[in-house]
């Protein structure tokens, strides 16, 4: 059964950093593009980061120059390292996997675009 799973999600005040890890079960990461996708209550979920299946990657201008989208395929890991955290930041934060041929290029920002998610994993920045 495909599964992806996140972890390092957690509390931290403004400023401080946290490292997001997105596990794959079942499937291997480094064929397929990797979304990193948030969603704050009340909010639509908005696709933050991804890494394509070649490679590309990209920001939402909010988290650019602080959060870095990295692959590890040994580990068949994806991970999000997020630096100069702010209280906007929180949310819960869900990776995705596209299989989708479209996506494998450019990558994507629409979570139409992805077929298997994580679970989520929380975000807590306090002021």
């Known amino acids: 059964q495909v599964r992806l799973v996140e972890s390092g999600g957690g509390l931290v005040h403004a400023g401080g950093s946290l490292r997001l890890s997105c596990e794959a079960y079942?499937?291997?990461?480094?064929?397929?593009?990797i979304g990193w996708f948030r969603q704050a209550p009340g909010q639509e979920r908005e696709g933050v980061t991804f890494?394509?299946?070649?490679?590309?990657?990209s920001y939402i201008d909010s988290v650019k120059g602080r959060f870095t989208i990295s692959r590890d395929n040994a580990k068949n890991t994806v991970f999000l390292q997020m630096n100069s955290l702010k209280p906007a930041d929180t949310a819960v934060y869900f990776c995705?996997?596209?299989?989708?041929?479209?996506?494998?290029?450019?990558?994507?920002?629409?979570?139409?675009?992805?077929?298997?998610w994580g679970q989520g994993t929380q975000v807590t920045v306090s002021s």
């Open positions: 995705a996997a596209s299989v989708r041929p479209s996506t494998f290029d450019d990558g994507s920002y629409s979570p139409d675009e992805y077929d298997f």
């Open positions: 079942q499937f291997t990461l480094e064929y397929y593009t």
């Open positions: 890494i394509s299946r070649y490679g590309l990657t």
